[in-house]
């Protein structure tokens, strides 16, 4: 009887061994993910640390506690040196703004158009024109800006501007480019809000007796309102953070444009947060150097707070 156990158990022990590996290899591949993870963590937080202590030590400077009130920057500025970076910050918002409250409809227009007027044939063509447009370097749009569309744009705003030889650099140009930038994106997250909202909506607004706009208007646009809605936020962060192919296109140098609140405002050299980053880093030491520290952190704040802004937007349902 005893013989016939230890028979038995021999024949379960390879089996036994088995799982222990599997277990041991499921720790092992556990572990390594959690470093993964624990790395990927620290360094962000190592990044908004980074920048973000070396922003905030300009504020040591008395110069340059009017960093967020006064438009005058003139960090090699003699005997006083001024850093006010308020001129910068509405250049970011004025052309954000604006070429997100034009691309949004676009957009929208684009996805609903993919998703439920579109036949498959040209579908299987547009999308993948699509994602190649969306991963376009943006150093390749502020180029093509500059060969075709400063030119085009100076020549017919010249009566408007301040500059007339200069008048296709700006904001103008620079929102033009942001819309170009920004679609794709925007396309992208919509195209696949519009079709996370089930059939049944389509077909209920239908069998009531709706059009096939009134169907799309107010049944399949109110549905996927959150994931639209998530699509405008990354569409707008991508905007805001945008430096090589904006800074190609304004034009400016660290002044804000004469005549602000005027339409010459838009077709004059002009400024955003990210230009003189670009533009002067490289060479900026002590209290400017600091200074360009503390736009960038800026900039990560509000990327980062779009995202979770957005994440929170994902989170909540499709259809209420």
Request: hydrophobic share 50%; charged share 10%; net charge positive.
């Amino acid at each position: 009887m005893e013989n016939a156990i230890d028979d038995t158990l021999q024949e379960k022990s390879p089996s036994t061994l088995s799982t222990q590996r599997k277990y041991v290899g499921d720790s092992v591949a556990r572990g390594i993910f959690m470093a993964c993870a624990i790395l990927v963590i620290i360094i962000i937080v190592g990044v908004f640390l980074f920048v973000g202590i070396s922003g905030l030590s300009t504020f040591s400077d008395p110069h340059a506690r009017n960093f967020f009130t006064s438009t005058n920057w003139n960090p090699q500025g003699t005997p006083v040196a001024s850093f006010g970076a308020l001129g910068f910050i509405l250049g970011t918002v004025v052309t954000t703004i604006i070429s997100v409250l034009i691309a949004t409809p676009l957009s929208f227009g684009m996805a609903l158009f993919m998703t439920e007027l579109t036949p498959k044939w040209l579908e299987n063509i547009l999308r993948p024109l699509l994602e190649i447009f969306t991963g376009m370097p943006s150093v390749i749009i502020g180029f093509l800006a500059i060969i075709v569309l400063i030119p085009w744009i100076g020549t017919i705003a010249a009566p408007l501007s301040p500059y007339p030889g200069e008048a296709g650099s700006g904001w103008a140009t620079a929102i033009i480019v942001l819309i170009v930038m920004i679609l794709p994106t925007i396309i992208s997250i919509s195209i696949d809000a519009l079709r996370a909202v089930p059939n049944s909506v389509r077909e209920a607004s239908l069998a009531l007796g709706s059009t096939r706009w009134q169907m799309m208007r107010k049944a399949v646009l109110p549905a996927a309102s959150t994931g639209l809605a998530t699509a405008v936020v990354l569409g707008m962060t991508r905007g805001i953070g945008e430096a090589l192919a904006v800074s190609m296109v304004l034009g400016g140098s660290t002044n804000i444009p004469q005549k602000l609140f005027s339409l010459g405002a838009f077709f004059q050299p002009n400024i955003n947060m990210t230009l003189p980053i670009v533009l002067y880093f490289g060479n900026a030491s002590g209290t400017e150097r600091n200074s360009y520290f503390l736009l960038g952190f800026i900039l990560l704040v509000v990327s980062f707070l779009f995202v979770c802004f957005s994440r929170y937007l994902a989170s909540r349902s499709v259809y209420r």
